[in-house]
């Protein structure tokens, strides 16, 4: 078959060291599928990244048939018909989340436009670097001839946290929870919801809060731990979640491209337009969402309790606030 170009940006980072291989390997787009992955990032890491380059080619893996590193937008999002943008400007010690997001608009315009002048209008676009549903938002407004629907961003990390909890408390595998949401930002403001999730429990499919038994926990140390994993991850490894983060975007992107397996949902940011959930238009915010044919929708006509209105409410604020700051620095970039 005819090879994807597939982009990965911040290339010589660690989170493109794990999921590299994992692409080129086929665990993503399949077995059978030949790529061209496209490296991209700052000209400083350029010699860095001749050594990724260099052991992507020393592993002999059959389906890649092409490897270009680049500094160069141009050359970087030309034709592509995957873009992987986890490079961003971390947030350094001392470092206002206002100061950050004025960072990362800058790069977010360039690399939007830069999609929307040389990559396909079909091209599907994940967003990792942080903050990563503001930085996305500013992507997909800055290519205006690329279908919003076109952009995600992670929370697939916090969804697979959030399943990795629930079958840790009960002794069970990952693979037997599903169906929980993380709504709203992939921030400390996220809400991880297991109202409508499911866990195999000896053969029978029960409800999780049923399963568990225990709503005190699940009100209070469980959310906190998936809100607060990032920073845990931190505290331990003195540097941020690479291979779990890698495993969520190669997660993230084979439901994109072979769809959702029948019965479950996963949770992705996405364009909030047309949403039942009374969250504000024009949002990136992470939602239930099922793919089909590469096109996800939204799960529809699930009940919200009170307690979870008020924390989708609140990671709404969040994300309207640095919707209004991101905007206010975008218009003067």
């Not at 946290?161 to 403001?189: E, F, M, P, Y």
Request: hydrophobic letters at 40%; one cysteine or more; aromatic letters at 6%.
């Amino acid at each position: 078959g005819e090879p994807i170009r597939v982009l990965v940006t911040g290339a010589a980072g660690q989170i493109a060291y794990s999921l590299l291989y994992s692409i080129a390997k086929g665990h993503v787009f399949g077995k059978e599928q030949p790529l061209v992955l496209v490296l991209l990032d700052i000209t400083p890491m350029m010699t860095v990244l001749e050594g990724v380059v260099m052991e992507l080619q020393d592993c002999a893996l059959p389906l890649l048939r092409e490897v270009i590193p680049t500094d160069k937008e141009e050359v970087a999002f030309k034709d592509l018909d995957i873009a992987i943008l986890v490079g961003s400007m971390p947030r350094r010690e001392g470092m206002e989340r206002k100061d950050l997001l004025k960072a990362n608009v800058k790069i977010f315009k360039s690399q939007g436009a830069a999609l929307d002048k040389y990559a396909k209008k079909t091209v599907k676009v994940v967003v990792v670097g942080n903050p990563a549903n503001t930085n996305c938002l500013i992507a997909s407004k800055s290519a205006p001839s690329i279908p919003k629907e076109n952009f995600s961003c992670l929370t697939r990390l916090d969804h697979n946290r959030a399943k990795s909890q629930i079958a840790l408390k009960l002794g069970v595998t990952a693979n037997d929870v599903k169906n929980v949401i993380i709504w709203g930002n992939h921030s400390s403001t996220q809400y991880p919801d297991v109202n409508h999730a499911k866990v195999n429990v000896k053969g029978k499919e029960v409800g999780v809060y049923e399963a568990i038994k225990n709503d005190s926990w699940l009100k209070g140390d469980f959310i906190l731990a998936v809100q607060q994993r990032g920073a845990a991850v931190i505290k331990a490894r003195k540097l941020s979640s690479a291979m779990s983060a890698a495993k969520a975007i190669c997660d993230h992107v084979r439901d994109i491209w072979f769809g959702t397996p029948a019965g479950e949902f996963v949770s992705m940011g996405v364009i909030s337009d047309g949403n039942s959930y009374g969250v504000p238009e024009d949002l990136l915010y992470s939602f239930p969402v099922v793919i089909k044919d590469k096109t996800w929708k939204f799960v529809e006509g699930l009940p919200i309790n009170d307690f979870s209105r008020e924390k989708m409410d609140l990671t709404a604020k969040e994300l309207t606030e640095e919707k209004e700051t991101a905007v206010e620095f975008l218009s003067s970039a």
